[in-house]
C-alpha cells in the first residue's frame, strides 16, 4: 500500500514538472522579440501577471478549457483600473434583465439630471471607448455591496470594488437614484442606497513607488491603493470565462443573462470604435484591444474578433481577451498585467506605455496567436 502511495506521488510530481515545462506562457516568454523580452527578463520589476487558457473544442460539442498561469498571485496588489467595467457591466444586464417594464432602450437618468441615457448607449460607450462616466452610471444603480455580493454569489471571491472612476468622491457610500421613462409615460425608480464603508486593503505590494502627486505637490512617499478597487487577474479572467463558456459552469456561477441581452454585450465587448460612432483618426481600431493591435493604429482584419476589456491607469497597463478567428479556428483568452512606471512616481503622467506596455502587450497577444496558428497545421 505505502509503496504505491509512494509510486503515485512520484507520478504526481513528474506530472506537475511536466506542465511547467509544458506551459505555453513559459514558451512565449522566451521569446526573442525586443518587446516581449525587455519585460520577461524582469517580471517582478514590472509586476507581471499572466493567464492564458486554451479552448478544445471537442466533436460532442463540449468545450474543454485549459488554464496556464505566469506569476498569479491574488495578494499581489496591482490597480485593476477600467476592467472593473467589465463586472459593473455585466452585473447592471444582469439586474436590468430582471426588472419588469424596461429593456435596453428604456432611457434613463440619475439624480434628475438634464441627460437621458439608454444601457445600450452606456454599453456601447464602456467597451468602445472605456467610458468612466458610463461605467459609473451603471455603478449608481447597484452600488458596490450589491456589486461585490453578486459576484461572490458567482464564486468569485476575490474581489472588492470600492469606488467610481474618475467622478467627485469616488468612494461615496450613497448611490444616486436611477429614474427610468417608459414608452407609456410611467417611470420607475431606483431610489438611493448606502452601501458599507470600505475597509482598508491589506495585502502585498499595496504602497506602490516612492513618491506620488496630490494636488499638485509631490509627496516623498509610496503611494497607498489600499481604499482602491481591487479585482485580481483570476478572479477578471473567471469574470469573462463566465460571459464566453456560461455551459462550462454551474447555473449558479453564471451571470443570469437573457439570450438578447448576452448577444448585445458580446457585440459590444468585440465593437470597433469607428463601429460605434467615433472618429478612428483618435479612437483607432486598436485603442481598447491592446492584445495584438495596442502598439498599432492600423485596421484590425476583419476575420479576428476581440472580446475584451481593457485598463491603464497609474502606470498599470491590464487586458483581458477572448481573442476568436474562426477562418484559421483560432481560439484563446489570455490576460495579463504589468506596471510601467520607471520613475516609481505616480499621478505625474509619465508612465511608459507606448515605450514598453502596449509593445509587449501587442507582441504577447500576436505570439499566442501564432502559437495557435502553428497548432492548427
Not at 464566453?244 to 459552469?249: A, D, Q, R
Not at 479576428?304 to 491607469?313: E, F, L, P, T
Not at 483560432?330 to 498585467?337: K, L, M, P, W
Amino acid at each position: 500500500m505505502y509503496r504505491f502511495l509512494f509510486l503515485f506521488y512520484i507520478l504526481c510530481l513528474f506530472s506537475n514538472c511536466k506542465t511547467l515545462k509544458n506551459n505555453p506562457i513559459n514558451q512565449v516568454l522566451k521569446s526573442d522579440n525586443n518587446a516581449i523580452k525587455k519585460v520577461a527578463g524582469e517580471p517582478e520589476s514590472y509586476e507581471l501577471q499572466i493567464i492564458y487558457t486554451a479552448v478544445k473544442r471537442k466533436n460532442n460539442g463540449k468545450v474543454v478549457l485549459t488554464d496556464y498561469k505566469f506569476n498569479v498571485d491574488a495578494s499581489n496588489y496591482y490597480y485593476p483600473a477600467s476592467t472593473v467595467k467589465l463586472p459593473i457591466a455585466v452585473l447592471a444586464l444582469e439586474k436590468l434583465s430582471k426588472m419588469k417594464g424596461v429593456d435596453v432602450n428604456t432611457v434613463f437618468d440619475v439624480n434628475n439630471g438634464e441627460s437621458k441615457f439608454s444601457f445600450s448607449d452606456d454599453l456601447r460607450k464602456i467597451f468602445a471607448v472605456s467610458s468612466n462616466e458610463a461605467s459609473n452610471d451603471f455603478y449608481e444603480l447597484m452600488g458596490r455591496d450589491y456589486i461585490n455580493q453578486e459576484l461572490k454569489n458567482k464564486g468569485l471571491k476575490e474581489v472588492r470594488i470600492a469606488h467610481r472612476l474618475s467622478a467627485p468622491n469616488s468612494g461615496a457610500s450613497e448611490t444616486k437614484k436611477i429614474s427610468f421613462y417608459k414608452n407609456d409615460g410611467e417611470g420607475i425608480t431606483i431610489p438611493s442606497v448606502s452601501d458599507s464603508k470600505i475597509t482598508p486593503l491589506k495585502i502585498n505590494k499595496i504602497l506602490k513607488g516612492k513618491g506620488y502627486y496630490e494636488n499638485g505637490k509631490l509627496v516623498n512617499a509610496p503611494m497607498d491603493f489600499s481604499n482602491k478597487n481591487y479585482l485580481p487577474l483570476e478572479t477578471l479572467h473567471g469574470i469573462m470565462k463566465r460571459i464566453i463558456f456560461p455551459e462550462n459552469f454551474s447555473k449558479k456561477q453564471r451571470f443570469d443573462l437573457s439570450p438578447e441581452n448576452r448577444e448585445l454585450l458580446l457585440y459590444d465587448m468585440q465593437n470597433l470604435p469607428r463601429n460605434a460612432g467615433y472618429d478612428p483618426s483618435e479612437y483607432y481600431d486598436g485603442y481598447c484591444k491592446f492584445f495584438m493591435f495596442g502598439d498599432t493604429k492600423g485596421a484590425i482584419p476583419s476575420n479576428i474578433k476581440m472580446y475584451n476589456k481593457v485598463g491603464d491607469a497609474y502606470g498599470t497597463l491590464v487586458d483581458c481577451a477572448y481573442i476568436v478567428d474562426e477562418v484559421n479556428e483560432v481560439e484563446f483568452i489570455i490576460s495579463a498585467t504589468l506596471l510601467i512606471n520607471e520613475d516609481q512616481i505616480f499621478n505625474d503622467d509619465t508612465y511608459e506605455y507606448d515605450q514598453i506596455g502596449l509593445p509587449f502587450l501587442g507582441e504577447l497577444g500576436r505570439a499566442f496567436y501564432d502559437l495557435n496558428l502553428k497548432e492548427k497545421k
